[in-house]
């Protein structure tokens, strides 16, 4: 009878071990692309950044790009971004140069990819990108995934380089200790 008793306690204790096995130092996330099929996705363990990129009412109004959090360790950095905007944006991590601030990168590019143009810009450089979203831009309601491996300690910028987003505010200081 006591044998009996035991196999419930065993299956159990198996399903318990096998579960815990599972769920290791790595993580795991989900997006949702355009179409609005939910990818799940093993990433590195390593910092996870939430980036939240929006608008109001497109370019009519304002534009936010927040970091959560804006500082980290040195290491793999998991950076997760979601559209909560009207119109489409992108996130792009620039690594800056000594003497560069996030918020006053000059506006002297245009096109995409990025180039300088003598008239008409409406984007900063992306010669210091480290990192991003990548294509297709985020539709609104959409997020996305992306890991910068081994992020050394200095100054970053991220931003959204759609033509007029940065200069409308789409941009975040950030800083890897």
């Known amino acids: 009878m006591a044998r009996i008793r035991l196999v419930p306690v065993a299956v159990a204790l198996v399903l318990v071990l096998a579960v815990a096995g599972c769920s290791s130092s790595s993580k795991s996330s989900t997006s949702t692309g355009g179409?609005?099929?939910?990818?799940t996705?093993?990433?590195p363990s390593g910092t996870v950044v939430h980036l939240t990129v929006s608008d109001t009412s497109g370019l009519s109004g304002p534009m936010t790009l927040v970091a959560t959090?804006?500082?980290v360790p040195a290491g793999n950095v998991t950076f997760i971004v979601k559209n909560t905007?009207?119109?489409?944006?992108?996130?792009?991590?620039?690594?800056?140069s000594p003497g560069e601030t996030?918020?006053?990168?000059?506006?002297?590019d245009g096109g995409d990819p990025p180039a300088s143009?003598?008239?008409?810009a409406d984007k900063?450089?992306?010669t210091g990108d480290i990192?991003?979203?990548g294509d297709p831009n985020l539709k609104p309601g959409t997020s996305r995934t992306f890991v910068i491996k081994d992020m050394k300690a200095g100054n970053y910028a991220i931003v959204c380089n759609i033509a007029q987003h940065y200069g409308m505010g789409m941009r975040a200081q950030f800083t890897v200790s």
């Open 35 to 39: 179409g609005g099929v939910a990818v």
């Open 41 to 43: 996705t093993a990433v």
């Open 69 to 71: 959090p804006a500082t």
């Open 85 to 96: 905007g009207t119109i489409d944006h992108e996130a792009v991590v620039l690594q800056l």
């Open 102 to 108: 996030w918020d006053k990168l000059p506006v002297i």
């Open 117 to 120: 143009v003598a008239t008409g």
């Open 124 to 126: 900063v450089s992306e």
């Open 131 to 133: 990192g991003e979203t």
